[in-house]
């Protein structure tokens, strides 16, 4: 039976990166060798690391405009930290959408003045907060794209005079955007790009070196700039995949092509739940997310049979998050519509039968 897999993370991926990662875990290019098994200095994946740090930045747009792209360890929790390690100076600004946004905070604060400038923590996040003012002579300002748990989206973004930081974790190259508003995006690959194990980091490189602190070399970022990536023993087999799936893009087309597709997916299961009185949404209409789709039944007596419905069709990975219940069905770049339109009938289904 063909599964349907809603999880936030890790990510479903396409089938045929699935199968050439596969393919190359046993033997990499007919080279009678596995990928997890050459050495991370031979040219066969110096080659692969050089491939997806270009991908990464042809697809965001920023090849020759001065920024650098790194294929990091420690998923996106290690940049709460090493942002601020190698931003904060004096004063940060934090715009709190979420619990990812709190964690951010909680470690910047070990550096230095943290300033929330806005928050949605009043209505549990189901908001994207908006016209507000930000102060001056920050070191930078932090963003959070896109809320996993609550289904929440950034829609605009600030403008501003100093640098600006995003946490792309759950959104990257899932739209287009004017990414060079951004002077750094980090994103871990498991939510839209690869398999968990590695955290795509895009920065620029003349806002480095500015704080008066030394920075642990694992953190710091011109380190690893200078190394190309390669200063200590990388994850191969995660890179690998991710450069896989940022090909597998491209060659649909790009951004622009799979952020139609996300409009189709994120369209149809918000039309649903408009129009589905068994369902109700619960992020703010015009922050709705298209990567995660939140919602809650209003019967409960109803649920034991969706859950069932669900199982029975092959649907995976939508219960959802402690912190809001119900339910959440995560469209990543690589799910079909087919899969959400599946998904869709059998929430219409239950209105009809219930």
């Not at 929330?116 to 923590?121: D, Y």
Request: negative net charge.
């Amino acid at each position: 039976m063909q599964k349907h897999n809603f999880s936030a993370g890790p990510c479903i991926l396409p089938k045929e990166v699935m199968q050439k990662a596969a393919e190359a875990v046993v033997n990499l290019d007919g080279s009678g060798l596995s990928l997890i098994e050459i050495s991370h200095r031979s040219a066969a994946f110096v080659e692969i690391m050089e491939k997806a740090r270009a991908l990464a930045l042809e697809l965001l747009g920023l090849e020759g405009k001065g920024y650098s792209a790194l294929f990091l360890q420690g998923g996106a929790s290690t940049q709460f930290l090493a942002t601020a390690y190698n931003l904060l100076e004096t004063k940060a600004g934090y715009v709190n959408t979420g619990t990812w946004s709190l964690k951010a905070i909680k470690e910047a604060r070990l550096f230095g003045e943290v300033v929330e400038v806005a928050s949605s923590q009043e209505q549990n996040f189901n908001f994207i907060p908006k016209g507000y003012d930000i102060p001056k002579e920050l070191d930078f300002l932090h963003l959070t794209s896109n809320n996993t748990i609550f289904g929440t989206q950034m829609k605009e973004f600030p403008k501003t005079n100093c640098p600006l930081v995003c946490d792309m974790s759950s959104d990257i190259f899932s739209r287009q955007l004017d990414f060079s508003q951004f002077d750094l995006m980090y994103a871990g690959a498991q939510k839209n790009m690869g398999p968990a194990g590695t955290t795509l980091v895009v920065v620029k490189e003349d806002i480095l070196g500015k704080v008066s602190r030394k920075v642990p070399s694992m953190l710091d970022y011109k380190t690893h700039i200078a190394k190309d990536s390669m200063f200590n023993t990388p994850p191969v087999f995660a890179v690998y995949v991710s450069m896989l799936t940022m090909q597998w893009l491209k060659d649909l087309g790009g951004i622009a092509a799979i952020e139609e597709i996300n409009e189709k997916k994120a369209n149809l299961i918000y039309s649903e739940i408009e129009l589905n009185p068994v369902f109700s949404g619960f992020a703010a209409k015009e922050d709705r997310s298209n990567m995660n789709a939140t919602f809650n039944i209003t019967d409960d007596t109803l649920k034991e049979t969706f859950d069932e419905n669900c199982k029975e069709a092959g649907i995976n990975g939508i219960n959802g998050h402690r912190s809001v219940g119900g339910y959440r069905a995560s469209m990543y770049n690589a799910l079909s519509l087919e899969s959400v339109g599946v998904l869709v009938d059998i929430m219409s289904e239950l209105e009809r039968k219930g």
